[in-house]
């Protein structure tokens, strides 16, 4: 009889599998380390994925349900643009920051996401110029100072790209001091008090 694949170890598996790659790169994870850390037995990490490939696929496709799941929470909040805008910046960082470690391990699984899922840094780089013209849109209709979100959040992203890097390139102030968050947080300030409406 074949059992049917459990929701809570699939998530298992995916959770175990990213902090496995991140940890100690694609190379060295095994389907045994993957068993041992998701606290399942070898078999079952068969029944959910046929490879390595399959895994790093569904890495990058969890990845991106998590951003999809934040952007419509953050679009359907009753929060204020402002606050929408800064709540999604810096949650999508916080969730960004272990991909973006210049390490081994993390270039190992950049590239492996752009050979096997190579789809996914593109679905994530509409999903966010999509939710930043969503949020300016909002800002606009309530009086903040933005004539075209679409052409604004293409360029909002831009500014924002340094706190988003790839696995592997520098994430540096121009002086040579990494970024921080404090930085960024700093930086949507900034972006606020610029489209903010007069008071």
């Given at each position: 009889m074949v059992r049917p694949r459990s929701e809570k170890k699939d998530q298992a598996l995916v959770e175990a599998a990213t902090r496995l790659f991140l940890r100690d790169g694609i190379k060295a994870t095994t389907v045994q380390s993957l068993a041992r850390e998701a606290g399942v037995g070898t078999g079952t990490v068969y029944t959910y994925f046929k490879d390595k490939k399959d895994i790093v696929r569904t890495v990058a496709y969890e990845f991106a349900a998590v951003h999809d799941r934040l952007a419509r929470k953050t679009i359907t909040s009753r929060k204020s643009p402002g606050s929408k805008l800064t709540d999604y910046i810096l949650e999508l960082y916080d969730i960004w920051r272990p991909f973006g470690q210049n390490s081994k391990a993390a270039r190992e699984l950049a590239e492996a996401v752009f050979a096997w899922a190579p789809e996914t840094p593109d679905m994530a780089e509409q999903k966010t110029l999509d939710t930043l013209e969503a949020i300016l849109s909002e800002a606009k209709q309530k009086g903040f100072k933005v004539d075209s979100p679409q052409q604004e959040a293409r360029l909002m992203a831009i500014c924002l790209t340094p706190f988003f890097p790839l696995a592997?390139?520098?994430?540096?102030?121009?002086?040579?001091?990494?970024?921080?968050?404090?930085?960024?947080?700093s930086l949507l300030a900034w972006m606020l008090g610029k489209i903010s409406p007069p008071r």
């Amino acid at each position: 009889m074949v059992r049917p694949r459990s929701e809570k170890k699939d998530q298992a598996l995916v959770e175990a599998a990213t902090r496995l790659f991140l940890r100690d790169g694609i190379k060295a994870t095994t389907v045994q380390s993957l068993a041992r850390e998701a606290g399942v037995g070898t078999g079952t990490v068969y029944t959910y994925f046929k490879d390595k490939k399959d895994i790093v696929r569904t890495v990058a496709y969890e990845f991106a349900a998590v951003h999809d799941r934040l952007a419509r929470k953050t679009i359907t909040s009753r929060k204020s643009p402002g606050s929408k805008l800064t709540d999604y910046i810096l949650e999508l960082y916080d969730i960004w920051r272990p991909f973006g470690q210049n390490s081994k391990a993390a270039r190992e699984l950049a590239e492996a996401v752009f050979a096997w899922a190579p789809e996914t840094p593109d679905m994530a780089e509409q999903k966010t110029l999509d939710t930043l013209e969503a949020i300016l849109s909002e800002a606009k209709q309530k009086g903040f100072k933005v004539d075209s979100p679409q052409q604004e959040a293409r360029l909002m992203a831009i500014c924002l790209t340094p706190f988003f890097p790839l696995a592997g390139t520098p994430n540096e102030r121009p002086w040579g001091k990494p970024l921080t968050r404090k930085d960024l947080e700093s930086l949507l300030a900034w972006m606020l008090g610029k489209i903010s409406p007069p008071r």
